[in-house]
């Protein structure tokens, strides 16, 4: 079945130290994007690609990057993780550039910082 | 700008019984909603969307929502409600070609 697909589900690092992110999909989608969803909280979403172009929030913090080095993968980099970073970050992606189309997520990961 | 609103952040529900989820939106041109369900630690999984091609939409799991543009509304409902209906329930709006912009979410809970 076609599919996104993070890993890992539940990641675990300490207060100052980088974390990465992982999502594929199957879905040969165009856009691909990073929410952060804290607890009881709608996904708040952090940056974006449409193929190789890179769209970040005005409100997104330095602190979070991201790559897409091909259409099926993107991972999201977290230089230095602080307590208030812990949360489930969520991967979607959406086929096209039409406003009907819908975002697929994936199961999310949820992180712990120490 | 696009926005939507849940109305009520706890839905509290007997098994059987309907489920209304309220969902109103505010665009300046015809909107694109949708309705998301979440379960405890994953992803978010489409219930059912409206993009203009009736304003009934039926959805997965027994769900429909109706668009009502004189009320501004897309309220989800279920006529009978399941113990695995309880979950987090977001509405949302595409905001743009790519972004979409979720309400504050709705949790229901379904009593035995």
């Known amino acids: 079945d076609a599919m996104v697909i993070q890993n890992p589900r539940y990641q675990v690092t300490q207060f100052g130290k980088p974390v990465t992110l992982s999502c594929s999909q199957t879905?040969?989608?165009?856009?691909m994007y990073w929410y952060q969803q804290k607890s009881s909280q709608a996904p708040k979403l952090l940056f974006h690609?449409?193929?190789?172009?890179?769209?970040n929030e005005a409100d997104t913090p330095d602190n979070f990057q991201s790559r897409r080095p091909n259409t099926s993968f993107c991972f999201l980099d977290i230089r230095s993780p602080g307590l208030g970073d812990a949360a489930m970050y969520l991967c979607?992606?959406?086929?096209?550039?039409?406003?009907?189309?819908?975002?697929?997520f994936g199961p999310g990961t949820r992180l712990t910082v120490l | 700008a696009q926005s939507v609103t849940q109305l009520g952040s706890h839905v509290s529900v007997s098994e059987g019984a309907l489920v209304l989820l309220r969902c109103n939106y505010s665009?300046?041109?015809?909107?694109?909603l949708f309705w998301y369900v979440q379960y405890p630690n994953q992803g978010l999984q489409l219930l059912l969307k409206?993009?203009?091609?009736?304003?009934l939409v039926k959805g997965i799991n027994g769900f429909e929502a109706e668009f009502k543009k004189s009320e501004t509304s897309f309220h989800l409902t279920k006529p009978s409600a399941h113990m695995s209906d309880a979950a987090e329930y977001f509405c949302?709006?595409?905001?743009?070609?790519?972004?979409?912009?979720f309400g504050a979410g709705t949790r229901l809970t379904v009593k035995p």
């Open positions: 979607a992606t959406k086929g096209g550039f039409s406003s009907y189309n819908e975002q697929f």
């Open positions: 665009s300046s041109v015809p909107p694109y």
């Open positions: 879905l040969n989608h165009n856009v």
């Open positions: 949302a709006v595409t905001i743009n070609n790519n972004d979409m912009r």
């Open positions: 409206y993009t203009s091609a009736a304003t």
């Open positions: 690609y449409y193929d190789k172009d890179f769209n």
